[in-house]
């Protein structure tokens, strides 16, 4: 048993890995709907969740993930009447979700402009990968959290992800509120992952449900090409949202008729107006505010967004990646 799990304080001490009881549950939604990240079992892997509907939750997932640029993460649902207020599903979702959920495929489709979920969670597209999964721990959080809940896989960018409660202290030690210890994982490899926001479902990752599964509900499906084996950098995709204004980066003086996208507490003057991603110079902050903040700027009104420059390193190597991506046309 948790050491104590009352009155609304915890005596867990941080990455301490606590037995998935109704309890350590109720724990594990309160901290999450407070902007915390909670480590949690999936049939699949080990899922390293955050409010999705929150981008400082979603900046610090990033932050802990330390990947170099922003790859958009899973947002997970309780099951397909959850699924329909966040993206656009048609009748091949509906009946995958159907067969598959709750379990191990993840459909990637169009984004409500409403859905209400973090931008980054996205990573600026204007798709959303959407699971339900079938761990008892995993529904259990997500009923009590009352929130959709961002998850990749509770590993460093780069390590293999992993399938028990110990895996996930080893990689994260002190960075998540809790780790809820719901055993091995069943399946123990990550989700399918089938997009289907084209006229052909496209297998994107292979995982949990297998091809031949999928098969027997759509017919053929295609796959990402052999040689396309690097997963691609979600920037590089056509869907990707990129401002219709040039983007200048590394910003110091103005230019006639720009909009600037600051940073830190000082911030040059005259531009034509002037957003700040983070006025205490904050990276999870401005990762937070980045597409919110670009979007907003994007008007025909102004003639360029000048940017200040940020910082290269944790979530600025990421910020920077995306903002270079803007940048160049
Ligand atoms: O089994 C799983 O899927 C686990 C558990 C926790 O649910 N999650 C997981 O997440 O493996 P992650 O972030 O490690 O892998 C998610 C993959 C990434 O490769 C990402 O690029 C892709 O899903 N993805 C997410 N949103 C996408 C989108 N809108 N379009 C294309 N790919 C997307
Ligand atoms: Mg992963």
């Given at each position: 048993m948790p050491p104590a799990l009352r009155d609304g304080t915890s005596a867990v001490m941080p990455g301490k890995i606590v037995q998935a009881t109704p309890e350590a549950i109720s724990e594990a939604a309160r901290l999450l709907r407070e902007g915390n990240l909670v480590a949690f079992p999936t049939e699949t892997v080990y899922g390293l969740g955050g409010d999705a509907t929150s981008e400082t939750a979603v900046a610090r997932i990033f932050a802990i993930k330390a990947r170099p640029h922003f790859n958009p993460v899973i947002v997970h649902v309780p099951g397909i009447a959850e699924a329909e207020p966040l993206a656009e599903l048609d009748e091949r979702a509906r009946e995958a979700a159907r067969r598959f959920w709750p379990g191990a495929l993840t459909l990637v489709l169009r984004r409500r402009a409403d859905a209400g979920l973090s931008l980054l969670a996205s990573a600026g597209l204007d798709t959303l990968a959407l699971r339900a999964p079938a761990h008892p721990v995993a529904r259990q959080l997500l009923r009590a959290t009352g929130k959709q809940i961002a998850a990749p896989s509770a590993n460093r960018s780069g390590r293999v992800s992993p399938t028990t409660a110990a895996h996930v202290a080893d990689e994260l030690g002190d960075d998540v509120a809790l780790i809820l210890d719901g055993g091995a994982c069943s399946v123990g490899l990550e989700s399918t992952i089938l997009d289907l926001t084209g006229a052909v479902p496209v297998l994107l990752r292979p995982g949990g449900i297998t091809r031949e599964e999928l098969i027997a509900v759509f017919g053929d499906i295609a796959s990402?090409?052999?040689?396309?084996?690097?997963?691609?950098?979600?920037?590089?995709?056509?869907?990707h949202y990129a401002p219709s204004l040039p983007v200048r980066l590394d910003a110091r003086d103005p230019r006639p008729g720009e909009a600037l996208l600051a940073f830190g507490p000082k911030a040059p003057a005259g531009f034509s107006e002037v957003l700040c991603l983070s006025r205490k110079g904050d990276l999870v902050e401005a990762a937070a505010n980045l597409f919110a903040m670009l979007r907003e700027l994007d008007r025909p009104e102004f003639s360029a967004i000048a940017v200040m420059p940020i910082p290269e390193h944790g979530l600025g190597l990421a910020i920077n990646d995306r903002l270079r991506r803007a940048a160049f046309r």
């Amino acid at each position: 048993m948790p050491p104590a799990l009352r009155d609304g304080t915890s005596a867990v001490m941080p990455g301490k890995i606590v037995q998935a009881t109704p309890e350590a549950i109720s724990e594990a939604a309160r901290l999450l709907r407070e902007g915390n990240l909670v480590a949690f079992p999936t049939e699949t892997v080990y899922g390293l969740g955050g409010d999705a509907t929150s981008e400082t939750a979603v900046a610090r997932i990033f932050a802990i993930k330390a990947r170099p640029h922003f790859n958009p993460v899973i947002v997970h649902v309780p099951g397909i009447a959850e699924a329909e207020p966040l993206a656009e599903l048609d009748e091949r979702a509906r009946e995958a979700a159907r067969r598959f959920w709750p379990g191990a495929l993840t459909l990637v489709l169009r984004r409500r402009a409403d859905a209400g979920l973090s931008l980054l969670a996205s990573a600026g597209l204007d798709t959303l990968a959407l699971r339900a999964p079938a761990h008892p721990v995993a529904r259990q959080l997500l009923r009590a959290t009352g929130k959709q809940i961002a998850a990749p896989s509770a590993n460093r960018s780069g390590r293999v992800s992993p399938t028990t409660a110990a895996h996930v202290a080893d990689e994260l030690g002190d960075d998540v509120a809790l780790i809820l210890d719901g055993g091995a994982c069943s399946v123990g490899l990550e989700s399918t992952i089938l997009d289907l926001t084209g006229a052909v479902p496209v297998l994107l990752r292979p995982g949990g449900i297998t091809r031949e599964e999928l098969i027997a509900v759509f017919g053929d499906i295609a796959s990402r090409r052999a040689d396309d084996h690097v997963p691609r950098a979600p920037g590089s995709l056509p869907s990707h949202y990129a401002p219709s204004l040039p983007v200048r980066l590394d910003a110091r003086d103005p230019r006639p008729g720009e909009a600037l996208l600051a940073f830190g507490p000082k911030a040059p003057a005259g531009f034509s107006e002037v957003l700040c991603l983070s006025r205490k110079g904050d990276l999870v902050e401005a990762a937070a505010n980045l597409f919110a903040m670009l979007r907003e700027l994007d008007r025909p009104e102004f003639s360029a967004i000048a940017v200040m420059p940020i910082p290269e390193h944790g979530l600025g190597l990421a910020i920077n990646d995306r903002l270079r991506r803007a940048a160049f046309r």
